[in-house]
Nanobody, 123 residues
Framework: QVQLVESGGGSVQAGGSLRLSCAASTDHLITNFAWFRQAPGTEREPVATIYTASGGTRYADSVKDRFIITRDSAKTMVYLQLNNLRPEDTALYYC?????????????????WGQGTQVTVSS
């Protein structure tokens, strides 16, 4: 069992920045970590992923060049740096971990989820 705890959310104005953190109880047998987000009335959507073995990353087109996902393997932490935030980035952001990997944008490929941290961007 892997516990994931997110932190770092908050309220910012458009153009601002935030750094989200995800503390994982372990990264043993985890292929990749990811961040998803969900705005009210919408489906949970993928934001970014990072692979534990290679450090490779993938991003959703909507956040590419604005968000950066990183990982501190020694501390089993995963971070999401959010830059140049827009009102449409407002959502509950979730950290997720996958054992088997697969297509990173699919929610069904993730075995563990955190409770989420709220990001609110005002115009």
């Amino acid at each position: 069992q892997v516990q994931l705890v997110e932190s770092g959310g908050g309220s910012v104005q458009a153009g601002g920045s935030l750094r989200l953190s995800c503390a994982a109880s372990t990264d043993h047998l985890i292929t990749n970590f990811a961040w998803f987000r969900q705005a009210p009335g919408t489906e949970r959507e993928p934001v970014a992923t990072i692979y534990t073995a290679s450090g490779g990353t993938r991003y959703a087109d909507s956040v590419k060049d604005r968000f950066i996902i990183t990982r501190d393997s020694a501390k089993t932490m995963v971070y999401l740096q959010l830059n140049n935030l827009r009102p449409e980035d407002t959502a509950l952001y979730y950290c997720a971990a996958s054992k088997q990997g697969g297509i990173w944008i699919l929610r069904r490929n993730y075995d563990y989820w955190g409770q989420g941290t709220q990001v609110t961007v005002s115009s």
